[in-house]
């Protein structure tokens, strides 16, 4: 009986120690789950911490602008050369030294100022008192000649015209007459055509706000001009002349086989909607070598982005936004990306030593060098890409597929592969057309006077005035690009327009790339 009594109580202890030890696996499991959990929300919170440091700086960058060029410079390049070559003799097992360092760009000269050769010269011409006094007794043998550079104050003038009345002398009942008011640019208004220029200049492209120019005009001159009367002399000049030529360059670009297009927010007012600004939207789109033009919209979709190239059909260059795949997969349109958007997304990550982005710069570095050389003739052009261009991208395309994987969902790297990939065919389309470029840069470039006038006058005051301002920033754009001056250019058209037909304006040719043809 006692045998039996202990055998049971053994028995007993044996079932609470296999209880004991199964709750504390549990326990032990249970612990090892929580620090896996926790080793998990950490590395979570590590790559979260990490994305949203880039996104800041990325933030600063937008806002305070960028403290270097996007380009690498010719020693950081050096070092990522250095690294990959270091990377491929450690896997080839062959020893290797490998020298790096800085070179000191030689500091240049200061530059010289330069003036134009067709400058208008005042001469002033000092004798000296003793030969003043008595010019028989001295003999001119030469001259010493000192240049300065001098500037001729702004002025106001009150331009009047006098048309007198006659009478034939022989006819005393016949009715007298004047000759007839040549047309103006604002009828019955005060402005002459060389007002409304200047201001036109001196908003859109040195970026004063009427009110500056208000201030200024009242202080400097005298002259009160209140800044509503100055916005619809501009309104008026635009709508009623300057209107034509837009829609002349409008009308060369839709008519062309290849556009670069973009956009960019811009802050307005909408007197129908009380509160604060609304955001709109001014789409650019041009051809490199000719003109550029701006629309505005309301919005950034499909609905805005459709009118604009409903009447065009060829290949169509932008960024990675995808409305722009769905307009051109709507018309039939081939697309064409953007290398310069792919550079910035490797560039972003390069700074932050992600592993490979100094490899994609070298490479693409090498896509722009080979479009430094190229040839003028469109078929030369795609030869030397096919020949040149083509085993680049198949190096990217397979250095692509390779670190698809590799990085950080949400790293800079990470997204960098993930835009480059999934821009692939886009990005490689223009190899085929010689008449493309390798990137949208030109279409940013005619953004930039926008951003800076917008730092300036902050917003649009009317929907309606978003208008007005793409047809005159397609102008003053066009003067830029083909090297016209824009205050003698609209001094000249705002003359000519107010007394011309829309047919004897179309055969004048008077945008600014066929103005600056004529003699």
Not at 329 to 343: I, K, N, V, Y
Not at 403 to 416: F, G, I, N, T, Y
Not at 480 to 500: F, S
């Amino acid at each position: 009986m006692l045998t039996l009594l202990k055998q049971t109580q053994l028995q007993e202890k044996n079932q609470q120690l296999e209880s004991e030890l199964r709750e504390s696996e549990q326990r032990r499991n249970t612990a090892e789950l929580e620090r896996d959990t926790v080793e998990r929300q950490r590395g979570e919170a590590e790559q979260e911490i990490t994305y949203l440091k880039r996104q800041i700086e990325a933030l600063k960058r937008k806002i305070f602008g960028a403290a270097r060029s996007e380009q690498i410079s010719d020693a950081q390049m050096q070092l990522a050369l250095a690294e990959l070559q270091k990377e491929a003799s450690e896997q080839e097992q062959v020893p290797a030294e490998v020298i790096s360092y800085h070179r000191r760009k030689p500091r240049s000269e200061e530059p010289m100022a330069r003036l134009p050769e067709d400058m208008e010269v005042v001469t002033e011409e000092i004798i000296p008192e003793e030969v003043q006094a008595a010019p028989e007794n001295y003999e001119r043998i030469g001259e010493e000649v000192t240049e300065e550079l001098d500037v001729v104050p702004m002025k106001f003038i009150k331009r009047r015209i006098v048309r007198p009345k006659f009478k034939h002398r022989g006819q005393p009942d016949a009715v007298p007459f004047v000759a007839a008011l040549p047309a103006r640019v604002v009828p019955g208004g005060l402005p002459a055509a060389g007002l409304i220029a200047h201001l036109i200049v001196a908003k859109y492209v040195d970026h004063l706000p009427l009110y500056r120019l208000e201030k200024a005009f009242a202080q400097r001159f005298g002259v009160k001009l209140p800044r509503q009367r100055m916005c619809d002399w501009i309104g008026y000049a635009v709508e009623n002349w300057l209107a034509q030529i837009y829609h002349s360059i409008r009308q060369g670009l839709i008519a062309g086989d290849y556009l670069q297009i973009d956009e960019t927010p811009i802050r307005y007012l909408d007197p129908d909607r009380q509160g604060k600004s609304h955001r709109g939207y001014l789409w650019v789109y041009g051809r490199p070598g000719g003109d550029v033009c701006f629309d505005w919209q309301l919005g950034r979709g499909k609905a805005a982005a459709t009118p604009i190239v409903q009447d065009f059909s060829g290949l169509l260059q932008s960024d990675g936004y995808a409305v722009y795949d769905a307009v051109c997969r709507e018309r039939s349109m081939t697309q064409l990306g953007c290398w310069a958007h792919a550079r910035r997304k490797f560039y972003e990550a390069y700074p932050h030593g992600e592993s490979g982005a100094g490899h994609y710069l070298i490479l693409i570095r090498e896509l722009y060098a080979i479009e430094a050389e190229l040839p003028e003739s469109p078929e030369q052009v795609v030869r030397l890409r096919r020949a040149k261009s083509a085993p680049v991208l198949a190096r990217i395309k397979a250095a692509l597929d390779q670190d698809v994987d590799r990085h950080l969902a949400k790293s800079a790297m990470a997204q960098a592969v993930g835009y480059t990939r999934n821009q692939w065919d886009k990005l490689n389309t223009y190899v085929d057309h010689g008449q493309t470029r390798i990137d949208n840069n030109l279409t940013e470039q005619a953004i930039r006077p926008t951003k800076l006038g917008a730092k300036n006058w902050l917003f649009i005051g009317h929907p309606e005035a978003g208008k007005r301002s793409a047809m005159i920033y397609t102008i003053l754009e066009c003067c830029r690009r083909h090297r016209v001056e824009p205050l003698a250019y609209l001094n000249d058209v705002l003359r000519r327009l107010p007394g011309m037909t829309n047919h004897q304006a179309q055969a004048a040719r008077l945008t600014p790339s066929e103005w600056g043809r004529q003699p």
